[in-house]
């Protein structure tokens, strides 16, 4: 009797060993092919030096969001408005945003038209980084434009941003740099095909700080097809404690452009801030004659002040006329 249990025990603590082995193995394996889709992103954004195109964006959000966001503003500033001023607000109209874009780094010119859908005015204008610190920004109707510190004026334009857009719900950031970031921790939750690209599931819990609300933290679930560039093809964000309370969602389209590089040729974005079922805020994203890794003249990110009269340097709070010669900038 004694000899079956010491058999048995025998058995018990192979099949133990054999388990615990398996385990640790099975997470050597998912551990390993996490740095392997780390690493192909990092790889396929290095592969981009420059890229051009154009775009539009279709922007538009809910009649019951822009609602409340209404009624909330006339709150706070009903002691401000005089009577029988109409409040807009360009965040809450339809527009459609149209225009041209060349990336470099930190470098970049984006030209664009913006129509809003109430009453079809058209605005237009031109942002050029040349340094990643002075943006110029012309007003091409208005006449004049703005030398300014280009973090703070690219904040309002992260939404129109076609660099952005596809991973507005990774807060503004590049793939790679979310996924590294020492703030965000990451699961490889699986594998699943979506419209014919076999895709990785990776999950993240990203931390991050709020104005005025301090820590928050959000997961993100991203599907990640490695043989289109490891780019995105899909992606959720959602409440930390309700993975059914939904706050955004994209939708990819991906082309290869040449040789092996992909980028995004439709984006489709919805937020839910009010937890309903159809989407608050909706965006469409379209690139067409998208070039990657041109060679480009020293020109490519220089503005063409002829085109305004008047440039507001913000930084020395001065005012210049563009038919007199401009001091230079430090």
């Given at each position: 009797m004694k000899r079956v249990w010491k058999y048995t025990l025998i058995i018990i603590l192979v099949i133990g060993f054999n388990f615990c082995t398996s385990m640790l193995k099975a997470e050597d394996a998912e551990s390993d092919l996490l740095n392997f889709v780390k690493a192909g992103v990092r790889n396929s954004e290095d592969l981009i030096n420059n890229i051009s195109f154009n775009y539009f964006v279709d922007y538009d959000v809910s009649s019951r969001w822009r609602e409340v966001k209404l009624a909330e503003i006339q709150e706070r500033n009903s002691s401000k408005l005089p009577s029988g001023i109409e409040l807009r607000v360009p965040t809450l109209e339809h527009k459609l945003h149209t225009g041209?874009?060349?990336?470099?780094?930190s470098k970049f010119n984006i030209k664009r038209k913006q129509i809003s859908s109430s009453d079809q005015e058209i605005f237009e204008d031109e942002i050029v980084v040349s340094d990643g610190l002075i943006l110029t920004e012309l007003k091409l109707k208005e006449n004049h434009g703005y030398l300014s510190n280009s973090i703070n004026a690219r904040r309002a334009d992260l939404m129109f941003d076609p660099r952005n857009f596809p991973l507005l719900f990774l807060d503004g950031k590049s793939l790679s740099s979310a996924l590294m970031d020492t703030n965000t921790t990451c699961v490889l939750t699986g594998s699943e095909e979506i419209q014919g690209a076999m895709c990785h599931v990776i999950e993240m819990l990203m931390t991050f700080e709020?104005?005025?609300?301090?820590?928050?933290?959000?997961?993100?679930k991203c599907w990640i097809a490695p043989d289109k560039g490891f780019l995105i093809k899909k992606g959720i964000s959602f409440q930390v404690d309700a993975p059914d309370k939904i706050f955004s969602t994209v939708e990819c389209n991906l082309k290869e452009i040449a040789g092996g590089l992909w980028y995004y040729s439709d984006v489709t974005f919805q937020s839910f801030p009010m937890s309903t079922q159809e989407p608050d805020v909706f965006a469409a994203l379209g690139l067409s004659d998208i070039v990657i890794n041109q060679d480009l003249?020293?020109?490519?990110?220089?503005?063409?002040?002829?085109?305004?009269?008047?440039?507001?340097?913000?930084?020395?709070?001065?005012?210049?006329?563009t038919k007199t010669p401009l001091p230079e900038v430090e």
């Amino acid at each position: 009797m004694k000899r079956v249990w010491k058999y048995t025990l025998i058995i018990i603590l192979v099949i133990g060993f054999n388990f615990c082995t398996s385990m640790l193995k099975a997470e050597d394996a998912e551990s390993d092919l996490l740095n392997f889709v780390k690493a192909g992103v990092r790889n396929s954004e290095d592969l981009i030096n420059n890229i051009s195109f154009n775009y539009f964006v279709d922007y538009d959000v809910s009649s019951r969001w822009r609602e409340v966001k209404l009624a909330e503003i006339q709150e706070r500033n009903s002691s401000k408005l005089p009577s029988g001023i109409e409040l807009r607000v360009p965040t809450l109209e339809h527009k459609l945003h149209t225009g041209s874009a060349l990336f470099e780094g930190s470098k970049f010119n984006i030209k664009r038209k913006q129509i809003s859908s109430s009453d079809q005015e058209i605005f237009e204008d031109e942002i050029v980084v040349s340094d990643g610190l002075i943006l110029t920004e012309l007003k091409l109707k208005e006449n004049h434009g703005y030398l300014s510190n280009s973090i703070n004026a690219r904040r309002a334009d992260l939404m129109f941003d076609p660099r952005n857009f596809p991973l507005l719900f990774l807060d503004g950031k590049s793939l790679s740099s979310a996924l590294m970031d020492t703030n965000t921790t990451c699961v490889l939750t699986g594998s699943e095909e979506i419209q014919g690209a076999m895709c990785h599931v990776i999950e993240m819990l990203m931390t991050f700080e709020t104005p005025g609300e301090g820590q928050k933290q959000v997961k993100r679930k991203c599907w990640i097809a490695p043989d289109k560039g490891f780019l995105i093809k899909k992606g959720i964000s959602f409440q930390v404690d309700a993975p059914d309370k939904i706050f955004s969602t994209v939708e990819c389209n991906l082309k290869e452009i040449a040789g092996g590089l992909w980028y995004y040729s439709d984006v489709t974005f919805q937020s839910f801030p009010m937890s309903t079922q159809e989407p608050d805020v909706f965006a469409a994203l379209g690139l067409s004659d998208i070039v990657i890794n041109q060679d480009l003249g020293d020109e490519a990110f220089v503005a063409d002040i002829s085109k305004v009269q008047t440039i507001y340097d913000t930084i020395a709070e001065i005012q210049y006329n563009t038919k007199t010669p401009l001091p230079e900038v430090e």
